[in-house]
């Protein structure tokens, strides 16, 4: 189903326009009971434009209202909320419909809760976790099944661990914090000398600190700090996949997308946006409202506001194969062009 | 052990050949009792050879048969099976022989089923599973221990989810889906508005749909959808550590080797091939039968059949260096080799 | 805290000095009760300084001792411990005052042990661990909450799965191997042959052999051999999200950093070091002591030790995209270049 409706939420478009701060051009009775694309909404859907490569559907939508600038509104068919960022009076608007209903407080009876832990009574703890001697859960936090939190952890007020999250050591959470399935935090960081015939392990003695309305994909790793812990401020957004090394530190409000990794000790700064499967190496810093583009590699310090890049074009594979082949040469090509313009000004 | 064979299953040279249509060179009544490299096989064992780098050992192999083309027949010094694709060949005749048993239907007493939730009687759910209310189960279905089902979610029927698989909301899997340990599909994709101050999370309203035959690789992440679904069609195979973000369509038969990812709203046809680690940018389209190399990336629509690739070569590192220095004034270096030759055109 | 202490430990710098082969600079009698950064440390705890950047730190620490290179005991205004490998020092002195507690032998009363499965009295078997028929779990093996290992599976004595692992078929692990939450050992390799139509899946019949000393880390996936073994020799280290396909061989004391991948029958030697996010095609040989820095990668064997790499340099977005422009024609600019130096000679 595209469309997304509940019994339980229906408001009018006068509401929704005061409500939101947007501009009403339409009948303020109507009802709107869900959100959907332009191609699938129905007279009671909300749908939105913010990308005008979606005009042709907006030409032929049947929704109940569409959310757009005031640039588009000429060509809607249909009644209109007239709002200066679409997409984000659209994220506000669905957020109403969404139907997740949260859990209950209590604990259930599989869940496995050491002597020494703490768990609030406001609190929800699912089928199966594990919750470990020294672990604090605080009011309104909401574990899943198969959460397993150890010793020295926090879950801060409104957190919530969708499923199978696990905080290994040391992890505190702060508040309204949400982790999904398969998030691992505070397992070693990397920490490894040679003693010339094999490794020897340096225990890591920190912890890890996510800051209040922070968000953890799917299967992203955050390890803890060697000493000192390894920090996301408030309003961190990582998306799935990622890895965090032992004691970098994520300024707030930066979001990163799918597959991104930052090796240990960086510093990266407030208002980031790193793209998918972009890395950083270690000990650098970037400083804040960066833009790193996708598959880009951030490899010294960067100083200045902007966008960066380092991904290569994509090809058919001989002609690739043919610039790849000259790449190697690089250097010894440039060093014969100089040699060419010398010979061009002494002649 | 590099022998593979079990009490099970023996079958004769002579059944083999007509069973999958290969043409036999040898003693038809040979037994075969399991499957093996050609450097380790014994008698009752069959080996193949699909790569002309390993003709010395087949040269020297004891295997019982090897499965090969016309083309290496003279040199086989053992009974051999003819097959146009040998390789094909030996994948079908190994399954005779993989000693996977299946466990019994039924549900483990520690698994949770909430009342809303419903289990066929012929399906298997294991130790520690526990299964939400809405979610369904299809008769035949096998779930290993530690997989959570939730709501919304259907398990077609005869497939099997190995261990410790999640699916969170609205995943709708297909027949004889095959899921590895610690895959998570259905998470919330990675939707974001920024309000001028802070991160809006777009309530991410769709589900996953996963077509028949179709294969998850273990800790893969596939996003439930943000109003439509996000659809992999039948017997599509993704190895491990891939990242499919929201509303991503993936057609037919194509393959997705580990460590990809494709960001939201792509589009790839079918019949497809993506390379390891390669990555897909979001809200394009890839045609059918096309081909990315390993570690490449996709930055815009590919609307021809065929291989490409963007990765960069390997060189020791002082080289490396000279040569990456010398790419960051590509672009001048050009101009300066135009210069010249308008000079040259001059004079 | 910053601090690492706890009331069991406490040495004296004679102790320190003379347990861990360093030499003394101060007061032999004064105690050391835990570690800490240079900026952090009280008087009862030691610091280290191997990176000349943090000498700032270093003069006006506060810590009780100061483990240093002979070059920079001038500077130290604290007691010093002279090393000719700081960090190594530190890693073995930290060790003494690492808290983990290890779980006493015994198996929880919610695990679930088949019967045809052997657990060592000795063992440790935390709760809702599944060990099933024909797994094998050594003396002083500890194996934390939510474990599964499936059949033919070992876990060598004194190993550790912290929490979560999944061991799932043929599995061997040697002694005092460390595996991190999330890792999964011994899923399918990704073999499949297409047979015109649609594909068809090679059973992976071989297992995975992790040599003693190793650590694996979180949500890293080690596939199991198509016919023979996937292979880790002893002291092999993995950072999390690694991706280590069928059949890979891997020499002792190799360490590999997060997020990179290794494709299917590769063959790296010992003592290497494989950077974050780095790739190994399938099907080549990397010699010993080779080191491949961060984000690169081998698509060919490599023959000689030294170090090597393939990734691009940042760049502002702009520059970035014209010199990637430039990049797409570098084989026709190269022609050019040699046709201008043909003009000049003729000329």
């Not at 947007?22 to 709107?32: E, R």
């Not at 020494?116 to 699912?126: C, L, P, T, Y």
């Not at 859960?137 to 007020?157: K, M, N, S, T, W």
């Not at 914090?177 to 070693?188: C, E, K, N, R």
């Amino acid at each position: 189903m595209s469309t997304h409706s509940t019994n339980k939420t229906t408001i009018s478009l006068a509401d929704l326009a005061e409500r939101f701060g947007m501009t009403l051009h339409g009948d303020p009775s109507v009802q709107i009971e869900g959100v959907a694309t332009l191609a699938a909404a129905g007279p009671a859907e909300l749908g939105f434009i913010t990308n005008s490569k979606y005009l042709a559907q907006l030409a032929t939508t049947r929704a109940g209202v569409v959310i757009l600038r005031e640039h588009d509104l000429a060509t809607c068919p249909t009644a209109a909320l007239v709002a200066a960022d679409p997409y984000l009076a659209y994220a506000k608007v669905a957020a109403l419909f969404e139907q997740a209903a949260m859990p209950p407080p209590g604990i259930h009876p599989t869940a496995v809760i050491a002597n020494g832990a703490h768990v609030a009574v406001g609190a929800s703890i699912g089928p199966y976790c594990v919750i470990e001697s020294g672990a604090v859960i605080e009011d309104g936090a909401v574990l899943g099944p198969h959460c397993i939190v150890g010793p020295g952890c926090v879950v801060g007020a409104q957190s919530r661990l969708v499923a199978r999250v696990t905080l290994v050591l040391r992890v505190v959470l702060g508040r309204r914090v949400l982790i999904h399935p398969g998030a691992v935090l505070g397992a070693d960081g990397f920490g490894l000398a040679f003693d010339g015939n094999q490794w020897v392990k340096l225990p890591q003695l920190g912890g890890v600190r996510v800051g209040d309305d922070s968000e953890i994909g799917a299967n992203t790793t955050i390890d803890r700090g060697a000493l000192e812990d390894t920090v996301l401020e408030e309003d961190v957004r990582l998306d799935n996949q990622i890895q965090i090394g032992h004691n970098v530190k994520i300024g707030a409000h930066t979001a990163m997308a799918g597959c991104s990794a930052v090796a240990g000790s960086a510093k990266i700064g407030r208002y980031c946006m790193i793209g998918a499967a972009a890395g950083v190496l270690g000990h650098l810093e970037i400083a804040d409202r960066v833009t790193v583009l996708a598959w880009s590699l951030v490899s010294s310090s960067v100083t200045e506001a902007g966008e960066y890049s380092s991904s290569m074009p994509l090809m058919e594979s001989h002609k690739w194969r043919r610039n790849a082949v000259r790449f190697k040469h690089l250097d010894e090509y440039v060093r014969r062009l100089t040699a060419l313009e010398k010979n061009g000004e002494d002649s």
